[in-house]
């Protein structure tokens, strides 16, 4: 391993806190790291593919992305099934060697692994592979909802240097040849990940992008308070084309971090962007057509009409981006789009362009919620307890924002953490964690980030959730709990401060005083360690007990009841009204009241196989959304 690798997982060790962790399982998160934040931005990610493990041989991360995000539970596939009626799904299995060589006998392990996975072979796989083993089947089994096949790529990471050696070439294309005989894939890619190409990433996470474009066409705007300098124009395709991929020619996702909405996929809006490109007699219209691009850049260096950008955002086109890129090829000097470049950095004045660009489009409430008061209030409060070492954390609203900053990653929390250790440790739902965020947002959306409500059960509950995950790094829990970390929080409250929570609004000195309870124990943490344990020999002797299958205990409201039945009690009952089969929803009337639930048979089918008859009985949870209430958790009562 050379000096300048060694120097940078030195750096990445120190940055996330990896003291504990030997080399070779270091090199590993380290690859996983690079190569998550290529594929999907978002802080947490990086925990959520490490998969290696002594019954994972040559498997040692996988992400299944999910219409653009990655997803690790059913719930979160039928969440998109329902949200899109589309999957677009992307497999990307990781291998990693520390080896200073591309070894023929490990790749070939890491592709017959890779088939093993897929064909539900006899490798005994760890749980957490299992687990994700059935959520390929799950998504397989939704295929209906795919317009293509799911991608597969195959990253091996060495720290040595790639050189097309033909051996390793007939294996992989061997390997290859037998995956596409599956008849599963859209098309199967394998990525060599040499040393330089991991320095080049990792060089890529750690610096600020800078992309020069050639603007040719624009108009200087007028002074505009905040804003340092801002310009309208008209832009090649070419040149966005250009900004938006990496040296390998792949999207760069961390550009739309700030963008509120995701790609959706070839729907009618997008399949019309697709359709006025391949038209090449429309082609000199699509600056007409298309509502344009929005960059919000933090620094601008400007000469002639060459102008490089740094620090740069998409808050708007997001969309037409995608496209753009999908379609590079077809690309010719006609397609032109309209673009306005701001550069500022100021936070509420880029909110308010992120706010006021996509005021014209439908986008979903989760996309608007970083720019809430609240949360600048929220993030302000962290920073209230950073003086001592052993209470600090800093809540990230926004993408790379504490980039540059004293901050370690180890301690930073983002949103999407921020609400499941919330609503796991103080709303009692540490099995709803698993679903997609913005469904979480949406159901909890009278629970959470209210302008009343006090700081200290978030605080408390990030707090809770970054020391529990520190306990697992340095493995002083053991690493089969992990998947229990929400249920081991909620634990920690009662445990510590007792079962009834105060009422969560800002001045309420016993909410104060309740979560002081639980944070004189966390800023313990000889304290906060033995009664983590305690709780997860508690927790194990439920496992062994419980008549969920164990790996995916964790998902089920059941074992939450078997593990704490006395914080459970709020779930509703209810009977069938309503069904139509061919369409896949219905209707349950809650009990002793006149109210309706909307079921999804993608819930339904979980608790009840075949005809669902009227007056079928059903316990389930209410998660609000855009249907208005909808029954989830479903379990069968008759």
Known sequence: ????????????????????????????????????????????????????????PGIDGLAIMVNNHLATSQEEIDYFIQDADLLDIEF?????????????????????????FFRDGELKFEDELLNLRDLKNYIYKNSIKMEKSPSLKLYYATTGKWVEDQNLQTIINSGIKDLNQFDLFFEIKFIPVDADKLKSLYREIKNKITKEIIFEKHTILPKIDKITESYLGILPASELIKITSDEDGEIIKTIFYDNVRDFQGYNKVNSGIKKSIETKTANDKFVLLNNGITIVAKGLNKVGSAFKISEFQIVNGCQTSHVLHHLKKDINDKVLLPLKLIVTDDDDTINDIIRATNSQTEV?????????????????????FDKEENKKLYYERRSRQFFGSKAKSEKIIGLSSQIASFIAMFLNEPQSTQRYFGELLSSYNNRLFQDNHSFWPYYTSGIALNIIEEFFRDYELNPTSKRFKYHLLLMFRIQVAGEKVPINVSGNKEMEKYCNKILEALWDRTKALEIFKSLEAKLQSVLNKTTQLPRQAHLTRAFTEELLPAITANKKVGKITYYNSLKGFGFVRIDHTEDDAFVHYTELEKAHKGIVPIGLQLSFDIFESHKGQQAKNIERLN
């Open 364 to 384: 979903k409430n989760e996309a608007f919620e970083i720019l809430k008061p609240f949360h600048k209030k929220l993030e302000e409060f962290y920073l209230t």
């Open 1 to 56: 391993m050379d000096r300048i690798i060694e120097s940078f997982i030195e750096d990445f060790k120190t940055e996330f806190n990896y003291s504990g962790v030997d080399k070779s399982k270091l090199f590993e998160h380290f690859v996983n790291y690079v190569l998550v934040s290529k594929i999907y931005p978002d802080r947490s990610s990086v925990d959520k593919i490490n998969v290696g493990g002594t019954r994972n």
């Open 92 to 116: 990307s299995f990781i291998q990693s060697k520390t080896s200073d060589s591309f070894e023929l006998g490990s790749i070939n392990t890491f592709i017959a692994s890779v088939k093993e």
